[in-house]
Every structure is written in C-alpha cells, then in structure tokens.
T-cell receptor
Framework: AQKVTQAQTEISVVEKEDVTLDCVYE???????LFWYKQPPSGELVFLIR??????QNEISGRYSWNFQKSTSSFNFTITASQVVDSAVYFC?????????????FGRGTSLIVHP | GAVVSQHPSWVICKSGTSVKIECRSL??????MFWYRQFPKQSLMLMAT?????????EQGVEKDKFLINHASLTLSTLTVTSAHPEDSSFYIC???????????FGPGTRLTVT
C-alpha cells in the first residue's frame, strides 16, 4: 500500500484558475513530517513547505496555501490564480522516524500544466 | 540554509563503463545521506541510505554490487554505477540530513545517460 497517495496524475488549467493538488498519507507514527516539493523541468526539487504532525494550522504563502487535516490524513495544496510559471510536477512527501533519521516517502507526483 | 551539491550535473557514458557521482553537504555535517533514482515522469525512488563510516542500507530490489555507495566523510557520499547499461539511464538525486533532524536537503540531481 502506498504511504503517500497523489491521486491526480495530471491537472491542466488555464491561467488565473485556482487549482488544488491532493495528498493523502498513511502512517502509524505520531510524530512525522509532511512536505510539498516543486520539480520544474530542470529537475531540481524546490522545497515549498514542511508541516509537522502536531501542527494542524493551515498556512498561506502568497498564492500558495496548504490544508492539513489529520482526521482525513490529508495535506492538500492550493494554488490561487495560477500562472504559467507554476507548471511543474509537484510531490507530496511523508517523513517518518527511522533509526535516528527521517526518511521521506514520495507520492507519485502531480503534473500541473497551466495554459496561458 | 543548508546546501547540497552534486557533481557532475549530467554525464554521458558508454555501456560497460563505470560512473561516479558525488554528493556533498557544503555547510553542514551530514550524518545520513540518501540516494534516489527518478525515471522520466515517475516519482523519486529511494535506492539506499548511507551513514558516515558504515555500509549503506539498500532498498529492496537495488543491486548493491552495481550501485556502490561510499560515505567516507560527514560531507561527502559517492554513488558509483558499475558496468552501466542503457537501462541505468536516469536522474539520480541525493539528499542529506543531520542526525535526529527531520529536514532533508536535496542536491540538484545528476542526469546519467548510458549509450
């Protein structure tokens, strides 16, 4: 079973539309971390946000916002007023403790295409 | 912020040759480093976890004799793809973190093409 599920393989929107990328995770640990990364065509992962399991407060950063709900094990990511530069693959990741380290497990990624 | 570099950023080699990829933590000591492989349009798959001074722990299905990992210092880990074949062509990404620290710092990746 997947620990991190990103059900949306590809999303296509027109510029200025709002778009939500879904992420559902599975863990038995009480302490864990959730991440979102952006991977543009260049390949380098761009860190977007980190959330620990004890902090369910939603966060907004410019056009980006995240909704963390432990009750549904979800950590969804919304881009408001999308722009062409937002086109990329977005990965959700779960980090669980293991032998003194935290090893992340990545979802399959959602490819976002924003058309002008 | 913590910076992780990888070298080379891309490499083309002939089938049967070996290729070494370096991963360095530039401004912190990385007790643990991770190596990932990413095929086109797919997710990052963890290949192995390496701790400084000890043998790497490989994920199931990853050939340890083919993908040699050395973590000789707290700032350097290397991945050597031995006797590379075209199916080894992929994007290899390393990451590093400090002991008991959740934050992962990713390198920019190395694109390997085996002809």
């Amino acid at each position: 079973a997947q620990k991190v599920t990103q059900a949306q393989t590809e999303i296509s929107v027109v510029e200025k539309e709002d778009v939500t990328l879904d992420c559902v995770y599975e863990t038995r640990d009480t302490t864990y971390y959730l991440f979102w990364y952006k991977q543009p065509p260049s390949g380098e992962l761009v860190f977007l946000i980190r959330r620990n399991s004890f902090d369910e407060q939603n966060e907004i950063s410019g056009r980006y916002s995240w909704n963390f709900q432990k009750s549904t094990s979800s950590f969804n990511f919304t881009i408001t007023a999308s722009q062409v530069v937002d086109s990329a693959v977005y990965f959700c990741a779960l980090s669980e403790p293991s032998g003194g380290s935290y090893i992340p497990t990545f979802g399959r990624g959602t490819s976002l295409i924003v058309h002008p | 912020g913590a910076v992780v570099s990888q070298h080379p950023s891309w490499v083309i080699c002939k089938s049967g040759t070996s290729v070494k990829i370096e991963c360095r933590s530039l401004d912190f000591q990385a007790t643990t480093m991770f190596w990932y492989r990413q095929f086109p349009k797919q997710s990052l798959m963890l290949m192995a976890t390496s701790n400084e001074g000890s043998k790497a722990t490989y994920e199931q299905g990853v050939e340890k004799d083919k993908f040699l990992i050395n973590h000789a210092s707290l700032t350097l880990s290397t991945l050597t793809v031995t006797s590379a074949h075209p199916e080894d062509s992929s994007f290899y990404i390393c990451s590093a973190n400090r002991q008991n620290h959740y934050e992962q710092y990713f390198g920019p990746g190395t694109r390997l093409t085996v002809t």
